[in-house]
C-alpha cells in the first residue's frame, strides 16, 4: 500500500429533505450522513461497516458524485470533484467506478455481456472498434469467464456469473478507484469467498484502491486493511484492522463485533444486545447520537458530542470515555 493520499473527504454531508402538506413544503431534513471525514491511501482496501440505514450508500455515492453533497469536499488526486461542472467530472467518471449491491438488477438484460463490458469503453472514447474484442476477451479472462460467453445475455448466468460480469465492466474503463457496495451481499455463502479472492487479484493487478461497504465484518475484515464504523450519519471508530478487532474502544463497535458468529461450536461467546431501536435521522439524539442505547452513558453524553480523538497510533474514537471502556469479557473473540 503506498503512503500517498487518493482521496480526501472533508466534512461531507449530505442531507434529504423531507416535505409534508398540499403544496410539498420542506418541514425536516433527513441527515443521511452528518460531517464526514476521511482520507484513503492509493493501493488500500478501506472498509466501512454499520448497521442498514446508517449512511454507508450514501458516502459512497457522494464520493462518486452519484448524488450530490449537501455540503463537504471530495478531493481526487488533488482536485475537488465537488465543484467540477457535468463536462469536467465525465473525465473522472472512468477513473472512479461503483461495484453494485444487486448483479442481477444491475445489468442491462436487453444487452450481450459483450456489449455491456463495451458500453463504457465507447461513452469514454477509450478503445478503438478493431480494439474492442481483444479488451472484451482480456476482461472476461480476468474475471474468470469464458470470452465465448461474450454473446450471451445475463440470464444465462448465475449470481457469482453476473457480479463478475459487473467487475468486468468497472474494470473496462481503467479505474484507479472502485467503490464495491455490498458485493457479495446477493450472492450465495458457496461463492462469496471466490468473489472477494477475485476482487483481491483484480486490485494487485490493475493497482486498484477500494472503499468497500458492508455490513458484514467477516467480509470487512478479509478485504480491508483499515476500518471506518459508521453509525447515525457520523464515524464512531476508524482503526487498522488488527487493532479494531483485537481491541475495539467504542461501545458500538463491542455490540457489533460480538454479533459476528464463531465457526467453532466448542468456543462460547456473549452477545451484547443493545437496548431499544435506532433513533430516526430526521431527528437525531443530542450530544453523542449512540447515548441512547449505549449502556456506559452518562449525563455527559446527552449534552455534549464526542470530540474524534486518536487514542492510539492511527485509531481515532469519538466517545468521552473510550480510554476508561473495555468490552465485556467473552465478547470479543477472534474469528
Known sequence: MSGKTLIEVKGLKKYFPVEAGFFKRKVADLKAVDDVSFT?????SLGLVGESGCGKTTVGRCVLRLIEPTEGQVVFEGDD??????????????RMQL????????????????????EPLLI?????????????????????????????YPHEFSGGQK?????????????????????VAALDMSIRAQILNLMKDLQDKYDLTYLIIS????????????????????????????????????????????????????????????????????????????HPRCPYAKDICSEEAPRFQEIERGHFVACHFASDLEPPEGSIVEF
Open 163 to 183: 457480479q463478475r460480469i459487473s467487475i468486468a465492466r468497472a474494470l473496462s474503463v481503467v479505474p484507479s478507484f472502485v467503490v464495491a457496495d455490498e458485493p
Open 81 to 94: 470533484i465537488t465543484k467540477l461542472e457535468k463536462k469536467e467530472l465525465q473525465e473522472y467518471r472512468s
Open 40 to 44: 484513503i491511501n492509493k493501493g488500500e
Open 215 to 290: 455490513h458484514d465484518l467477516t467480509v470487512i475484515k478479509h478485504m480491508c486493511s483499515r476500518i471506518m464504523v459508521m453509525y447515525l450519519g457520523n464515524l464512531v471508530e476508524v482503526a487498522g484492522r488488527e487493532s479494531l478487532f483485537s481491541r475495539p474502544y467504542h461501545p458500538y463497535s463491542f455490540a457489533l463485533i460480538s454479533a459476528v458468529p464463531i465457526p467453532d461450536p466448542l468456543i462460547k461467546k456473549k452477545r451484547i444486545i443493545l437496548t431499544g431501536d435506532v433513533p430516526a435521522p430526521i431527528n437525531p439524539p443530542s450530544g453523542c447520537k449512540f
Open 99 to 118: 461495484i453494485f449491491q444487486d448483479p442481477y438488477s444491475s445489468l442491462n438484460p436487453r444487452l450481450t455481456v459483450g456489449d455491456i463490458i463495451t
Open 124 to 152: 469514454h472514447g477509450l478503445a478503438e472498434k478493431k480494439e474492442i474484442n481483444d479488451r472484451i476477451r482480456r476482461l472476461m479472462l480476468d474475471v474468470g469467464l469464458s470470452p465465448s460467453h461474450s454473446k450471451r
